[in-house]
């Protein structure tokens, strides 16, 4: 089978987005990473599937006990599994063995080629496949009867930027994040094979065999100003939705966002003390049947 990603995006291109954004995550993940590794085995087997840039293996490798743990890190971009191996072996030192596996998580005979895992971990990957439901079935089936199955899905969009900017029409990050949304809705309807999931994540894991469903959240918060990352970290994202939301957008909030991204203006996002993150991120799982 073919090993690609569905969504047209060029997620090897994302690298240092996907770094800045677990940078600016690391510590109140690291919580959640703590609370998921509660009561698995001491050294568990983890599976991340759409394992990106590999910043929740780093923090599951820093948070592990002791020696003997596997982790296998899935994604559909090998130049992603490249870098995600590295950072993650170089944080699991000797208590882990880091192993990678291109592959698709659309393909339903995924589980036959992993082993059985304590600890399935998905962030944001599942909702860019266009049978949510089905992927969610096959996470399942990756753990071992027991084991956990949480996936990083939905919760709340950061926010960054001041209501007024002191350019353009106020409220300019509503505007782009609706518009992002629009880009969604019309990016999954256009996938091929796209099938509707009309309901939440946890009937989602409940359908897909998992008992025990639950979701928390995790607070990211970087208040004003903020670390020098920050400003790159929201630059980056401002540019990203102009890119995608660009077509759902009025030419003034056009011309606003041109004058926010060029470093020779005075409005330039780079040069603010004023930029925040304040977002959540929800984890949701349970266990799959014995
Ligand atoms: C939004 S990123 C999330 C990365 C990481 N899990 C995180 O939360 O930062 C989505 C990741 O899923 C991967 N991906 C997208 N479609 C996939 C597919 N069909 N099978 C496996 N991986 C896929 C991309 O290559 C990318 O690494």
Redesign the pocket.
Known sequence: MA?????D?D?AE?LRS?RM??ALDAEPTRVAARRLLEGLPEAPTIV??????G??GVLFAEELAVAGAKFVL????EH?LTEARQVVVAAAGDKAIVETVH????DKGLPDKLPPADLVW????VH??PDQQAALDTLTRLARPGGMVAI?EGGLDFNCLPWDLGIGRPGLEGRLLAGRSEWFAEMRAGLPGAVSMPYGWNTGLQQAGLDAVDSFGVLIHHPSPGPELLREFVIERVSWFADVAGDWLASDDRETVAALLDPANPAFLGARQDLFLLGVKTIHCGRRRE
């Not at 899935?74 to 971009?77: Q, Y």
């Open positions: 090993v690609y990603a569905h969504d995006i997620w994302r996907l954004a677990e991340d599937v759409g394992c990106g840039a910043g929740m899935v994604d559909a971009t992603l592959a698709d998580v659309a998905a962030s944001r990957v860019h496949l990083a």
